[in-house]
């Protein structure tokens, strides 16, 4: 058997102690790996970073000499039989949805991040005890083994839960077919309780009933409403854990909008990812970087239903959800990376620099794009008869519940297989999945099918909109347009000092150049750039009746 235990006897200090405690055979060979990253997040987490402390203790309490064999691996022999126990200290100094915090308020930790897996034993269960005396209420995704104590069937399950220990928490719940949902909340409620109650019961009802079941008895939202902005989530197959702040602003039903979407697309989760998953992440592999080209189905498609169950479920109404589509919209609407990378290299990419901007117009957002690519999908798949949901569901059925990995190729034949002549779904797939083309001409015509609009305005910005410039407060120019004629002249991070276009056709700037002032002079153009979209709805179309229920 495999123990965690966990206390903290210095929360301000932000240190957990931690002992992991295993029974050996005399002269064993041990290896602790310690996670390298976290699902849901595919980049390197480093998570040894916070460890301090380490030592190691035989059944005598003599110490066992150990040494690293990597940046996050330990070793070990034993000498004799028995008990051996791993201590260390983790520093729980970060809020987020993955991350782990400690104050005098609550102790709260992604196991993920502090948890070794001990190699060649993956598969045996660990139990999980907590010695928090001063935080009475206990929350985990993890299976309840007695008071204080829970348990883990694997490494797997263990490295997908979370430990909320806290002075207090809000306690609600709801259930759907067999599943009971949980909503934990650490940190002030400012909404009604039957109102949350009822939007989460409507988007849970109508995800089961179109997937045709949920894959768990139950399921934990978990939420830290913290007094300061934050949005995060996580998905685990049991539950999810949601950052959101600051908590008084959940009064605002705009902020309350953006609760119930992250809490959707986190739900949306509990199929896509934590079950229906690409065959190179199952099982995961925390050691090193696991690269996968599914970017659009893990995150593209889940961003895009998260928000579209909100709409089927009569949680956001059409005006509602257009306002958010246009929100995604605006994002990849200035980004030019899908010239240079599509959504399958951007995905393979996420390891090396998916979650900063990076270099201009490198790359596209799996997140934005992908939502938007699944948006087109999905009204192609309308038109002829099936859905984006539909195949979702037979994902589920041949890949997601036996729990067997699907390839690229699985998904890509799922969708032509909806359709009676794939020539326009091939076209679309061959010119903007893997293609490098503007997707916004296809997605008007398509939201068009629809009953919508996406029309484009230029705003009062001419600097912006008529020559393409980008600027901040400060006058520094964040962004130029690639088609633009100030891209030949002027560098990001150049500073306008002033500039004037009335005297000429061109325009003229006076720029300082990392502290060198220069004149810059960008001919005549009647640039279109960065127009600001805006989506009006049109006359109801039957697909619009089919796409929306
Ligand atoms: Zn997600």
Known sequence: MIHYKFSCSNPSSQFLEIELSLDCKANEHIFLQL??????????????????????????????LFE??????????????GKVTVCYEYWAGKMDAGSAWADEEQIYVNLINCCFEVSGRSEEE???????PKFPELVSTLLPNGASRWKARDFQMLADSTILAAKSITHWKYQIESTLFHIWIHGEVHFDQQLILNRFKSFSRKLIADFGEFPELEYHFIFQLLPYAHYHGVEHRRGTIITFGPAESLIDPNQMEELLGISCHELYHGWNVCRIRPQELLPYDFSKETYTRTGL????????????????????????YL?????????????????????????????????????????VSIYTRGALLALGIDILLIKNGSSLSEVMKLLWEKFGKPFIGYHWEDFESLIFGSFSDPTEIQRYFSDFVYGYQDLFPQLKSLLGEIGLELNEKNGEDRLLHNWGIRTNKEGQITQIHPDSKAYSSLMRNDRIL????????????????????????IPFETGKFFPEFKLEIAEKTALRETWGK
């Open 323 to 363: 306002k958010h589509l246009e929100k995604i919209i605006a994002r990849e609407s200035s980004n030019f990376g899908w010239k240079n990378y599509n959504i399958l290299e951007s995905s393979y990419d996420l390891w090396l620099d998916g979650y900063v901007p990076g270099i201009p117009d490198r790359k």
């Open 297 to 320: 189905i893990l995150e593209g498609i889940t961003t895009y239903m998260g928000d579209l169950y909100l709409l089927k479920s009569d949680v956001y109404d059409l005006p509602t």
């Open 126 to 132: 660990i139990e999980v005890s907590l010695d928090l």
């Open 68 to 81: 690293k064999a990597s940046k996050d691996r330990w070793e070990f022999q034993t000498t004799e039989s």
């Open 498 to 521: 002033g500039y004037s276009e009335h005297d000429t056709p061109s325009l003229n700037l006076k720029i300082d150049r990392l502290g060198r002032e220069l004149p810059i002079e």
């Open 35 to 64: 996670p390298a990253w976290r699902a849901g997040r595919y980049q390197l987490a480093n998570y040894a970073q916070n460890i301090r402390r380490f030592r190691i203790k035989d059944a005598q309490e003599e110490n066992v």
